[in-house]
């Protein structure tokens, strides 16, 4: 349900933006916005508060934001709120910003290896992933997993490519313990 809730949401507020020709304005601001919350929990509690009526809500989300958003997003805070929907919000703009990548065509690739890459180990990995994905541009994110033995794991959405020791091995245990004696 909330994965639903987060899609409807985000994808009205893409097509808000592309819309309005205001992709570039409503990602940055989402970014910033995104940061603001998670460094401000009180104001979270203060939105998702049982007790605290929606105009009384909207009317804080006003005052907060007012003049330091843009009055799309802000209007698109104000129908979160009065949708009963903040508690998704992260949800949304989550969904929101990968819309954009994906638009934009910018791929979001997570590699996790066994040891440090060096520079120009990272540059490769891109350019592979650049050249046998429909990719114009990658964000990389690179994770330490020392059980990993060697090799690397290499996730860009959902899907995954596991070229691990950790992983062969495993599969050689799986063959291994097929063979009948």
């Known amino acids: 349900m909330a994965k639903l ?31 603001v919350l998670s460094d401000n929990a009180e104001f979270g509690r203060l939105m998702n508060h049982p007790k605290i009526i929606k105009e009384e809500k909207i009317q804080v989300a006003k005052s907060v934001f007012e003049g330091r958003i843009s009055e799309e997003l802000l209007g698109f805070i104000t129908i979160i709120i009065s949708k009963d929907r903040y ?13 954009v990548k994906r638009y934009k065509g910018i791929g979001v690739a997570m590699v996790t290896t066994a040891v440090p890459l060096k520079e120009e180990q990272c540059r490769k990995i891109e350019q592979r992933l650049l050249d046998t994905t429909e990719y114009k541009k990658m964000e990389m994110h690179y994770n330490l997993d020392e059980s990993l033995i060697g090799g690397m794991v290499v996730r860009i959405g959902d899907r995954v490519v596991d070229s691990s020791i950790k992983t062969k091995l495993n599969e050689l245990q799986k063959e291994l313990l097929k063979v009948q004696l």
Do not use: H, M, W
Request: charged letters at 35%.
């Open 87 to 99: 508690k998704d919000i992260d949800a949304i703009l989550d969904y929101f910003i990968a819309e």
């Open 5 to 35: 809730i987060s899609k409807t949401y985000g994808d009205a507020l893409f097509e808000l933006a592309v819309e309005k020709n205001k992709i570039d304005v409503l990602s940055e601001e989402t970014e910033q916005l995104r940061s």
